[in-house]
Each structure stands twice: as structure tokens, then as C-alpha cells.
């Protein structure tokens, strides 16, 4: 056999394939309490030590420690005032000096969503650190990510505050707040985070085509809770049996009225994206028409026809359709974002809600990380106040 030849080629382990191979073949049946020491055992092989994994908490402000064997804890991380917070909002690594060695901060990304940080101090950091480390912590946010359904422990670590059972139903109904890919991007905010009953989205990737819906139902607490969860449900079983867009309210409108009084209904806004043209349409139920933001300034609303909200028996709503440019973004937000008020004030509107994007939306900046900002900014310049659900979520489509 000639030298050369597949059947001669070395196929012994590499260190770095040792390693990254140690966690994988352990992944499968790793308790999820297991995943920390698994990490600082691959962390001490690389040389390194006090591992970290940081995890977001539900209200967007900080990057708290995940507990377990090994893993380093300590307080939270200010998203906002940290090396961690930096590494987070721009998902890049950041290596921060220290006395005696490298803190080197990685994101924990997932399907193009961000659960939070990790983050391993090392003597001293080269390209094959680098190199194994974000292949680690890739490993990490995916193990995370499959164990999540069953386990509480990263719920738990994320709440710093008690949840409203109302709250517990939309944070369980959501999808990953944020989604990155090659030609699409969407991230959403919802406030008050525990509490947070109404207001709920959903969205879906299926080959070239982008979905999303956004609902408000009427009320607060658990009712409210109940009738967002028959409406996302109601939607997602639409989408997944592939009607028509104007049709999905149908079916959605359907749901609400056989199941609750005739007096309850939600609102709604259902989209479909054209992620290879960027051909945009959308039917709008009693909703707050989105706002197109062109070279990061609001150029327009998208208003469009619009039916009875869902629940109430409307008509069949007409189609809009918008063509997109490269980088344009759609802002969807429910009502609570523009029109609470101190008492005795006027509402906060939309115009102030445009001259806040105008500011925020700038270049070079991670989508979750314009919409966390604008969230975070517009409740306060609201007064801190959240009488009711305000809820945004911002779609880019790269083109």
C-alpha cells in the first residue's frame, strides 16, 4: 500500500480532541446538576481554573453564577458594568489582564441564542486556549440547552426575585428570547419580567421563510396568562399545518371564542419573512401597527388594514406586504409600551417611543443587545412604571 494513503494517515487522539471528546461522550447521560464539574474538569486539563458559568437573569440586568462542584459563585455581574456584561452584549470574547494571569470570557451561545458567560482564568493565553475554549463553551451552552427541560436549576438561578404563577405559564410559552442566523435575526424583551401575564411571542424558522407572531390578551394575572397560551398554541398548530397567513387569525379567533367568555380577546400580529428576498407580509387584529427602522431611524409605521381583535369574530384580514432592504429592522411592541402615564400625565406615545429607537438603534450593535437597551430605557423614561405588560421584539433581516 502506498505511503500516504488513507489507510496510513495518524489517527491517534489529539489533546484537544481528548478533551473536547471527554465531555462529549459524557454529555449524553450527564445529571444536569453535572454539567458545572464537568466544565471545571475540562478547565484543569487546559491548564485553567475558577471557572464560571454566568447565567442572564429574567429582568435582562445581570449575569448571576450557576452553583455546582467546582464552579466558582459570588455575586452577580451588572450586565451594564462588567467585562462579563461586555462579552455578553457584544457575544464576543473578552480576556480581561489580572494579577498573576488572563480572566477569559466566552459567550454561551446556542442556535444563535445567548443563555449567558463563561468565563476561566488562565497563566497565560494563546490561539490554542482560545481555539478550545470557545469550542467548550459551545459544548457547554448546548448540554445546557438539552438539559433544560429537565431540570430547575437554571430557572432558579436566573430568578432574582419571586414569579408570578401568571409570569411562570409566558416564561415557560416563550421561545429563546433572541435568534441569530446568516439572514435573519429577531430578539424580544418582555417587562415586567415576573410578572408578566398577557403579552407573549412566537416565532419559527422553517427553510427560507421567517414567522412570527405577537399577541396581547386583555386582563392581568392568570386569566390573562390562560388566554396567551390558547392563542400562541392556536398559532404554532396553524403555522405547523402550513394555512394561509390571513387564515391563521381564523383559526386563532376560533380558539379564543370557544374557550372563553365573549368578551375576552387578543389582540395579535402575525408575520411571515421571505428571509432570500426580504419580502415582508403581515395581517394586524386591533394590534399596534410595527415601525420599519431603515439605517438605524424609524422611517415609517407599517400601518396596514387591520380586523377585530381575537376572540371577537372579525373578518378575514387582508395581507400587507412591504419589501425590505439589507439591515432593516421591524419593531413590534404591544400597546403597554406606549400608553402608560404617571397619573395626572399624558401617555408616553409613540412619538417618544420613535425618538428613543432614533437614539438607541445604532450601528455595529448586537440585535438583543438593542432591544434589551430599548426595553430597559423606554420603562425609565415611563417612570420605572409597568401597570401593564410591555413587551418589544425587533426583527433584522441581513439579506
Known sequence: MAVGSPADRDRSESFGEGLLGRLMD??????????GPALADAVARLGGREPQILLQDY????????????????????IDRSDAGR??????????????????????LDGGDQAGVLAVTLDAVDDDHRRLLR???GLIADMMQTKNGHTDLFFRTRRSEPMSVGAEIQWSLLPPLSMVTPHVA???????????????????????????????????????????TVAIGAYRHARRISIELSEIYLFMDRAIAEQFAPDHF?????????????????????????????????????????TLPVGFGGDQPQ???????PGD?????????????????????????????????????????????????????RGGATSDDATLVLVEWRG
Open 186 to 228: 429577531v430578539a424580544g424583551v418582555l417587562e415586567p419580567a415576573y410578572d408578566v401575564a398577557g403579552d407573549s411571542f412566537d416565532y419559527a424558522l422553517n427553510e427560507d421563510t421567517f414567522h412570527l407572531a405577537m399577541i396581547d390578551a386583555m386582563g392581568h394575572g392568570l386569566d390573562a396568562a390562560t388566554m396567551a
Open 135 to 137: 469550542r467548550i463553551a
Open 26 to 35: 459524557r454529555a449524553h447521560e450527564l445529571a444536569p446538576h453535572l454539567v
Open 59 to 78: 429582568g435582562q440586568q445581570n449575569l448571576v453564577p450557576l452553583p455546582g462542584d467546582g464552579l466558582v459563585g459570588g455575586a452577580p455581574h451588572p
Open 329 to 381: 429592522r421591524v419593531l413590534c411592541f404591544t400597546d403597554g409600551l406606549v400608553e402608560e402615564h404617571a397619573s395626572g400625565q399624558e401617555q408616553f406615545g409613540e412619538e417618544r417611543l420613535i425618538d428613543w429607537v432614533n437614539r438607541l438603534d445604532r450601528a455595529d450593535r448586537e440585535l438583543a443587545a438593542v432591544a434589551r437597551d430599548l426595553s430597559h430605557t423606554l420603562k425609565k423614561a
Open 87 to 108: 462579552c455578553f452584549l457584544a457575544s464576543r470574547r473578552v480576556e480581561a489582564p489580572l494579577p498573576g494571569g488572563v480572566r477569559v470570557l466566552l459567550p454561551l
Open 266 to 306: 387578543v389582540t395579535a400580529q402575525m408575520m411571515r419573512l421571505d428571509t432570500g428576498t426580504g419580502r415582508l407580509q403581515w395581517v394586524n387584529a386591533g394590534h399596534p401597527a410595527p415601525m420599519l427602522i431603515r439605517d438605524h431611524r424609524v422611517v415609517r409605521r407599517l400601518d396596514s388594514p387591520t
Open 319 to 325: 395581507v400587507s406586504a412591504v419589501a425590505l432592504e
